[in-house]
Nanobody, 115 residues
């Protein structure tokens, strides 16, 4: 059974930091591209960051220089380090595993940036 479980969300003040984790099981993690998406209030889901099986990385322009995606193939886990958080980063953050026609999603974790 495929599982993607996000954790690490919460309430943080503007300028603060959070690290999200997505622990996975049930598929061959190192063969899948991993990505983080987010969906803010009243907004469509958008891609935040992506890391391929070879370690190539891309970020949305809105988070470049502030967020860092990484993966640990020994732990079947992908991370999103988020620094200098802004109120507009408030959203539910989802991790996604994708390979060819297969895609798996986690249930999401809420991140709220507010003073």
């Amino acid at each position: 059974q495929v599982q993607l479980v996000e954790s690490g969300g919460g309430l943080v003040q503007p300028g603060g930091s959070l690290t999200l984790s997505c622990a996975t099981s049930g598929f061959t993690f190192n063969r899948y591209t991993m990505s983080w998406y987010r969906q803010g209030p009243g907004k469509e889901r958008e891609l935040v960051a992506i890391i391929t099986t070879s370690g190539s990385i891309n970020y949305a322009d809105s988070v470049k220089g502030r967020f860092t995606i990484s993966r640990d193939n020994t732990k079947n886990t992908v991370y999103l380090q988020m620094n200098s958080l802004k109120p507009e980063d408030t959203a539910v953050y989802y991790c996604k595993a994708s390979r060819l026609s297969h895609a798996y999603w986690g249930q999401g974790t809420q991140v709220t940036v507010s003073s």
